[in-house]
């Protein structure tokens, strides 16, 4: 017998519609779902693949107990009845013994379902430790500082209205390879619309190809491309004289801050000619509607945070912030916050040490992983050259 099933791809974050073909009880192909109206049929070779994981003969299909000392290798199969009774009557001892603060429960990257259901978890046995491997180099310091400017998170897959744009800034980003249903959309917004397309990137991705600008810009040095663009915009007049009045709080400071960016001095920083970041400001604040994209590539150095800032501030000045084809606001949600009290969110690592990171205002509470090594009292070499690397 044989049927179609309509699905998500769990591959990666995009989680692209399928359609599996089996038989007899067999998974024997797996195509793009035409229907599904975020990626539209596309499926690239990680989705294709999966029934290869699926069936590989070396996949875990039940719970394996250790049957000798740790290091030895060896495993015996225990049923699901006996692996769930038995971690959940170790947590109950833990618990008891130490309070549930005691247990941190940790989740890596994958598809959006993973934090969700640890988060769920974490809140089920009452903890408030939640860690995530890449939490302060990937997606939370965005979500963090763009809930705090603006109470959502507008850059990463969701908030960008793409297809509604007639100007797309990409930053740090390669979305036709690593989130594809967002660059057929940007394709698609050229295509349809005659999107102008500027693409910062130091290598000439697919998207840097197609580009109307590319900025091939010095690693780590974002900041000062958006401080010399918003020196340009300001200098210029080209900013939304009525959104900034109607909106935004601080314009004066702001102004008087990016004086100290002209695109000469920033070209030298960035190594990008100085007319190229005139240009890309210019195309950027007159073409409305304006939409800004990013990815974890600028999140992986020390300016994250002052980075996404000023991406935000580019994005309110030329008042291309929740508009039709600009940058709209999304609901991300609040998990881990049900029943928090000040008690409990006292107890989470970090809590004080990274108030918005764990504290009672973290857009999502997570728990900082080198933190957690060290209250764990293991990774001690780790910890001891990240120490020697940070000067503390």
Not at 60 to 84: C, F, M
Not at 167 to 183: F, K
Not at 219 to 225: C, E, M, N
Not at 350 to 377: C, T, Y
Request: proline share 6%.
């Amino acid at each position: 017998m044989e049927q179609v099933v309509r699905t998500c791809c769990q591959g990666c974050h995009p989680e692209c519609g399928v359609l599996v073909h089996v038989k007899d009880g067999k998974i024997t192909k797996i195509e793009g779902d035409d229907d599904h109206p975020d990626s539209r049929g596309f499926i690239c070779i990680k989705g294709q693949v999966q029934d290869k994981f699926t069936y590989h003969p070396d996949r875990i299909k039940q719970p394996l107990k250790r049957a000798e000392e740790r290091g030895a290798g060896k495993w015996q199969p225990i049923s699901w009845d006996q692996a769930l009774d038995e971690i959940a009557e170790k947590l109950t001892e833990i618990k008891d013994k130490y309070g549930p603060e005691s247990i941190a429960a940790y989740h890596g990257t994958g598809p959006r379902t993973s934090g969700t259901s640890t988060h769920a978890f974490a809140a089920a046995i009452h903890t408030p430790n939640v860690i995530c491997t890449d939490a302060h180099i990937c997606y939370f310091p965005s979500i963090m500082v763009e809930t705090l400017t603006y109470g959502s998170s507008i850059m990463m897959e969701k908030g960008p209205d793409y297809l509604n744009a007639r100007c797309i800034m990409v930053v740090g980003a390669n979305p036709t390879v690593s989130h594809p249903p967002r660059g057929i959309d940007i394709v698609e917004a050229q295509r349809k619309n005659g999107a102008r397309l500027i693409v910062v990137d130091p290598r000439r991705t697919h998207l840097a190809s197609r580009s109307d600008l590319w900025l091939q810009i010095r690693p780590g040095t974002d900041v000062a491309l958006a401080l010399a663009m918003m020196n340009v915009i300001i200098d210029e007049g080209l900013y939304d004289k009525d959104f900034v009045n109607k909106w935004c709080y601080g314009f004066d400071m702001l102004r008087e801050r990016v004086q100290e960016y002209p695109p000469e001095k920033v070209a030298g920083i960035t190594w990008i000619p100085a007319e190229r970041i005139r240009e890309a400001a210019r195309l950027y604040a007159t073409t409305k509607p304006a939409v800004m994209h990013h990815r974890v590539a600028i999140e992986h150095n020390v300016n994250t945070s002052q980075t996404i800032r000023a991406l935000c501030n580019l994005i309110a000045i030329t008042g291309n912030l929740d508009i039709k084809g600009g940058n709209l606001f999304i609901s991300i949600g609040q998990l881990g916050h049900r029943a928090q009290s000040p008690n409990f969110i006292e107890k989470r690592i970090g809590s004080k040490q990274f108030p918005l990171m764990a504290g009672k205002d973290a857009p999502i509470p997570i728990v900082n992983a080198h933190l957690a090594a060290r209250r764990a009292g293991g990774g001690h070499r780790v910890l001891r050259a990240a120490d020697r690397i940070a000067g503390s």
